[in-house]
Every structure is written in C-alpha cells, then in structure tokens.
C-alpha cells in the first residue's frame, strides 16, 4: 500500500499508528519514550515551539498567520494593562504568541534561506507537509514520512539550529 495525502492536518497525521522516523528515534531512546512520544504527553521546549514557527514562516506561510501571533506588551503592573493583556490573551487564545524580537529573528533568518541560492533554487517549487504512507515490504510493518518540502529534485529538512 502507497498513499500520498496532501493537507492532511498535522494532528492527524500524528495520531497514526504508522511507524516514522520520529517514532523510531524515540523507540531506541525506551519503550516509554516512545509511548510519551505517541501520547503527545511531552511538552515542547521554547526552542521546539521557535523551530515550529520558522518551518511554518518559511514553508507555510499560511498557516503561520493562523497559528501564531505577535503578542504586544502590556504593562501588567497596572489594571488597565493586566485587562487588556487578559482580553488580548483571551482572543488569542488559539494562537501560539511571538515576540517583536522572535518576528525580527524569523524575519532576518527567511531573508537568510531565500539569500542562500541553493535553498532559494530548491525552495521554489514543490510542497511543504506532504505526507506519504507505506507498507515496508520485509517486515510488513506500515510507515509514514513527511517530509519537511518535497520537490522534483528531491526532500528537504529544514531545521533552524547552526
């Protein structure tokens, strides 16, 4: 069985009982690291939630404006700011909230990617989160990929570490 899906939500692609490489790296760590990683029970640290925003601003800018926000500062010493930081947390709730400095970052790290020619050439055809699912033929086991960019001149990871 092959199947390449498209738009399939993050979520559900992570609720599947297919094995992937994130699973598999959490298996070698212990059956109980795996079984966090399959649960969603491990928090993600700043710099995972740092990392998720860039792939979103560089590969999906779409779903960057619907799932983060620049959050404003509010002066939460006083009344007046801590209600207005309330109400603003309370219809941004949704929303996974970014400072000025982390926008700026993201910002002076796209014009990075798209400055580097390589990545510039790679970048500008295919899809982002495409997800393929398969039978591996040996071991009869179900598995699944999806990987960061596809394109005809093959896959990307994009990571935002040095």
């Given at each position: 069985?092959?199947?390449?899906?498209?738009?399939?939500?993050?979520?559900?692609?992570?609720?599947?009982?297919?094995?992937?490489?994130?699973?598999?790296?959490?298996?070698?760590?212990?059956?109980?690291?795996?079984?966090?990683?399959?649960?969603?029970?491990?928090?993600?640290?700043p710099?995972?939630?740092f990392g998720?925003?860039?792939?979103?601003?560089?590969?999906?800018?779409?779903?960057?404006?619907?799932?983060?926000?620049?959050?404003?500062?509010?002066?939460?010493?006083?009344?007046?700011?801590?209600?207005?930081?309330?109400?603003?947390?309370?219809?941004?709730?949704?929303?996974?909230?970014?400072?000025?400095?982390?926008?700026?970052?993201?910002?002076?790290?796209?014009?990075?990617?798209?400055?580097?020619?390589?990545?510039?050439?790679?970048?500008?055809?295919?899809?982002?989160?495409?997800?393929?699912?398969?039978?591996?033929?040996?071991?009869?086991?179900?598995?699944?990929?999806?990987?960061?960019?596809?394109?005809?001149?093959?896959?990307?990871?994009?990571?935002?570490?040095?």
């Open positions: 069985m092959k199947r390449i899906v498209r738009n399939l939500p993050n979520a559900t692609y992570h609720s599947g009982s297919e094995i992937s490489h994130s699973g598999i790296v959490q298996l070698l760590r212990s059956p109980e690291h795996y079984l966090q990683y399959k649960n969603g029970t491990v928090e993600p640290t710099a995972m939630e998720s925003a860039f792939h979103n601003f560089i590969l999906e800018p779409e779903v960057f404006a619907k799932e983060f926000t620049l959050a404003p500062k509010f002066d939460k010493r006083t009344k007046e700011g801590k209600e207005l930081g309330a109400k603003w947390d309370e219809n941004n709730a949704e929303k996974s909230p970014l400072t000025g400095e982390q926008m700026d970052t993201l910002a002076a790290m796209r014009m990075s990617v798209f400055n580097h020619e390589g990545a510039a050439k790679l970048l500008r055809e295919g899809e982002a989160e495409t997800s393929l699912f398969w039978t591996e033929e040996y071991t009869g086991l179900p598995c699944r990929i999806r990987p960061d960019w596809m394109c005809s001149r093959g896959l990307a990871d994009l990571k935002s570490c040095i």
